[in-house]
């Protein structure tokens, strides 16, 4: 995957996951911060929705990228 290439699904995927487990992290350490579970909820959506188009336009690359993240696949 291109460094410069942020637009494509694999670096958007790629972007996504990195961000959910920072926000995972916070939201396990910080129970009532209600406002960040709800983004982390809609980063998890947006994910989602890449890896279905991902999956549904190019099968193999969607199968080297949720082994090469280590995330359950849809």
């Not at 926000?23 to 982390?40: A, C």
């Not at 991902?54 to 082994?67: F, G, M």
Request: charged letters at 35%; proline letters at 0%.
């Amino acid at each position: 995957m291109d460094e410069k290439n942020t637009g494509s699904s694999e670096a958007q995927i790629a972007l996504l996951t990195d961000r959910i487990r920072l926000l995972t992290g916070h939201v396990k350490n910080h129970k009532k911060d209600i406002h960040s579970r709800y983004g982390l909820v809609k980063l998890v959506s947006q994910r989602k929705k890449q890896l279905k188009y991902l999956r549904k336009t190019n099968s193999d690359s969607y199968d080297e990228l949720i082994e090469k993240l280590s995330i359950r696949g849809l």
